[in-house]
């Protein structure tokens, strides 16, 4: 079976940096995707990590660690518009991604 | 570029109604996965295919049924609707070799 957790909620401070953290237990494992959703928006992809380590992209950055089952979303400089939810979803076998259940991050000024 | 397509984008329907929701993918894209996505939810991983075979099956009613065609979009039928069929239905596509998934707009269904 597929279990991903993350936390429910998450506020930060406008400019400041955040970490959204992803435990996973799958019975296969390909990759792990992280996505942001817009509430009533399709998920827009963010990264794709298969092997372990840091994956930095501009302002976010993903780490991977598979013999620990984690992984990490980081968002530096944060902006009002990040206000969203991040999804963590593991590629664990032919043609099924499973998501987890989606941190809800707010930004304040 | 483009992207996949999702239609209709909003339905309402009475309950014990049938609908059928349509996707097609990016053009070359050999995946097509159905989500659905309740208020507040996380999207729910339904069905996918890979090259217009049923590849994986998840938490999909038995009322509800999906089909890929040989252009490869993908069709989901739900019948005997329910209230709780309220949701938002993704499709995504991708290709095998990248592993990354296109989400459409999504389709809303309502169910009164």
């Known amino acids: 079976g597929q279990n991903i957790d993350q936390p429910t909620e998450m506020t930060a401070t406008e400019g400041a940096i955040v970490q959204i953290n992803c435990t996973y237990q799958?019975?296969?494992?390909?990759?792990l995707f992280w996505y942001q959703q817009h509430a009533g928006e399709a998920p827009t992809f963010l990264s794709y990590n298969v092997l372990d380590g840091l994956e930095e992209k501009g302002r976010f950055s993903s780490f991977l660690s598979r013999s620990k089952g984690y992984s990490y979303l980081l968002l530096k400089e944060l902006q009002m518009k990040d206000s969203a939810s991040y999804l963590c979803?593991?590629?664990?076998?032919?043609?099924?991604?499973?998501f987890g259940t989606g941190t809800k991050l707010q930004v304040i000024p | 570029a483009a992207g996949v397509i999702q239609s209709p984008r909003h339905l309402i329907k009475e309950k014990r109604e049938t609908a059928t929701l349509k996707c097609y993918p990016i053009p070359r894209h050999d995946t097509v996965y159905w989500y659905q996505q309740g208020p507040g939810q996380d999207p729910q991983f339904l069905i996918s295919f890979y090259e217009k075979m049923q590849s994986d099956k998840g938490s999909i009613p038995d009322r509800f049924s999906a089909q890929q065609f040989s252009d490869y979009h993908s069709e989901l039928n739900m019948s005997s609707l329910e209230l709780g069929d309220s949701a938002l239905y993704f499709c995504?596509?991708?290709?095998?070799?990248?592993?990354?998934?296109?989400f459409g707009e999504g389709s809303r269904l309502t169910v009164l």
């Open positions: 799958t019975s296969g494992f390909n990759g």
């Open positions: 995504a596509s991708s290709w095998l070799g990248t592993g990354e998934l296109f």
């Open positions: 979803a593991v590629s664990g076998g032919y043609q099924k991604v499973t």
